[in-house]
Structures are given as C-alpha cells and as structure tokens.
T-cell receptor, first 112, second 115 residues
Framework: GAGVSQSPSNKVTEKGKDVELRCDPISGHTALYWYRQRLGQGLEFLIYFQGNSAPDKSGLPSDRFSAERTGESVSTLTIQRTQQEDSAVYLC??????????FGSGTRLTVV | GENVEQHPSTLSVQEGDSAVIKCTYSDSASNYFPWYKQELGKGPQLIID?????GEKKDQRIAVTLNKTAKHFSLHITETQPEDSAVYFC??????????????FGKGTLLTVNP
C-alpha cells in the first residue's frame, strides 16, 4: 500500500487480557520497527526486523511482549496478561533502502 | 547505548518568528540524525534529516545543523506558520556495529505557533 497501516487504531482491554496489534508495512520495505509512546513521552524502541535475519528484541520491556514477522510482510505485536502500565500508543514503522522511517498512525492501547 | 536529550520541551512563538529546537547525543559513532513532526492523533512524519558528513541542510523554511565535535544538532524553522504547530522529535542512529539504523529519539518539543 501507499503507507504503513496499523490496526486496530484504538483498543480498550481489561487488565490481564492478551492483545494483538497488527502492522502492514510499505510493500518492499525490508526493515520494520515497533516503538511505544507513552503519553507526553518520546518514542521507546521495542523490536526491529530486517528481512529474514534474527530480530533485535533488545527493547522489549518484559517477556509478556513478543512480536512476529514472516519475511517482509505483516508483523504482529502481542502483549500477554496486559497491565495498566502497558497503556500507550504503539507505533510501527518500515524502511526501505533510504535511511528514513515511515510510521503508521499507531494503535492506542488502553488497559482498564 | 545512545542517549538523546532534546530542549526545550515546549516552545511558543508568534507567527512569522523563528523557532529553534536543540538536541545532544552521546554516542560519537552516530551518523544519521532525522527530525520528525507529529500532529495530534497521527504517527511521526520525517521532515528533514542529516548525515554526519554534512554540517547543514536546508529545505525551504526548515534547516538542520550538525556539530559532530560537540555532539549536538538543531532544527531551525523560519517564518513560522500556525500549521507548524506540532510535536517535533529529534533522533540519532548509527549504521555500524549491527545497529542497522535503530533510532533513539529525544522526548519531543511541543511547538505552538500563535496567530
């Protein structure tokens, strides 16, 4: 597609439930990133995929967080047993050969 | 790892004035410095970037300067307009050592341009 697509745009979930967030990158972009943005804060790196290489998971805050990506296609970020501190906007970005990222509009997650 | 500091956190200017946002970084190996603009409810959008082999880059009303010795870079917006109001983020990354353009972001600057 023309841009990075994320779904859902908003998600409200109860504490303790699992959630799955989806990212459709720009076609042909080999690199895909997930970032977390808490209210009024900067962007916090979570995980990075580059083609078929092993992902860089160094930013995942706990083992409740995981992400998958098959090849250069869709990625899903899964948060298990959600906690209130997981409430944030989760942003996905993809990158082709150029340096710059293209971000999606994000998924706003609210844990109640 | 890399640490990026951004100042000020908020900036209010009159329409037509200039705005300057400054960032410092800690990793001397960083070689790519983008700036992103984020409007309410949207994802960040790349507005300008600079690589470490260049000291200054301009694109119409926006410019970025880089001082590698001091490890700081700045965004300059001239002739500000109300539509420039947004949150601006600086970032830094390096393309060596396996980092593969993983960006470290500053905490953002809320710019308000008053008509």
């Amino acid at each position: 597609g023309a841009g990075v697509s994320q779904s859902p745009s908003n998600k409200v979930t109860e504490k303790g439930k699992d959630v799955e967030l989806r990212c459709d990158p720009i076609s042909g972009h080999t690199a895909l990133y997930w970032y977390r943005q808490r209210l009024g804060q900067g962007l916090e790196f979570l995980i990075y995929f580059q083609g078929n290489s092993a992902p860089d998971k160094s930013g995942l805050p706990s083992d409740r967080f995981s992400a998958e990506r098959t090849g250069e296609s869709v990625s899903t970020l899964t948060i298990q047993r959600t906690q209130q501190e997981d409430s944030a906007v989760y942003l996905c970005a993809s990158r082709g050969r150029a340096y710059g990222y293209t971000f999606g509009s994000g998924t706003r997650l609210t844990v109640v | 790892g890399e640490n990026v500091e951004q100042h000020p956190s908020t900036l209010s200017v009159q329409e037509g004035d200039s705005a300057v946002i400054k960032c410092t970084y800690s990793d001397s190996a960083s070689n790519y410095f983008p700036w992103y603009k984020q409007e309410l409810g949207k994802g960040p959008q790349l507005i300008i970037d600079i690589r470490s082999n260049v000291g200054e880059k301009k694109d119409q009303r926006i410019a970025v300067t880089l001082n590698k010795t001091a490890k700081h870079f700045s965004l300059h917006i001239t002739e500000t307009q109300p539509e420039d109001s947004a949150v601006y983020f600086c970032a830094a990354s390096k393309s060596s050592g396996g980092s593969n353009y993983k960006l470290t972001f500053g905490k953002g600057t809320l710019l308000t341009v008053n008509p």
